[in-house]
Nanobody, 128 residues
């Protein structure tokens, strides 16, 4: 079964950093684009970053230059770790962050949280 387990969330002051991790398993990890989206009360769901099968990345304008998405599957095609390094955090980054696997053949940041699969989420709270 597909499993996506997020970790690394927490509380941090504005200007600080956090690194989110996602342990993905239960599918052929090299065949899918992966990413993160976030949801905050009163805000629309936002696709944050996506990484394609070759390691190419795309970011939402709101996080470009501050967030870095990477992955490591350690030559195991059934498991992967997905990382989201978040620097220069702002109060507007406060949200629940979800790791997501897009549908096969889809690599659109806009589809994160709409189609595919995602985990339970990890909360990020940034205080100013």
């Amino acid at each position: 079964a597909v499993q996506l387990v997020e970790s690394g969330g927490g509380s941090v002051q504005a200007g600080g950093s956090l690194k989110l991790s996602c342990a993905a398993s239960g599918f052929i990890v090299s065949s899918f684009c992966m990413g993160w989206f976030r949801e905050a009360p009163g805000n629309e769901r936002e696709g944050v970053a996506v990484i394609d099968r070759d390691g190419g990345t795309s970011y939402a304008d709101s996080v470009k230059g501050r967030f870095t998405l990477s992955k490591d599957n350690a030559n195991d095609n059934a498991k992967m770790l997905l990382f989201l390094q978040m620097n220069s955090l702002q109060s507007e980054d406060t949200a629940m962050y979800y790791c997501s696997r897009l549908m096969y053949g889809d690599c659109s940041i806009r589809d994160l949280g709409i189609s595919g699969r995602w985990g339970q989420g990890t909360q990020v709270t940034v205080s100013s």
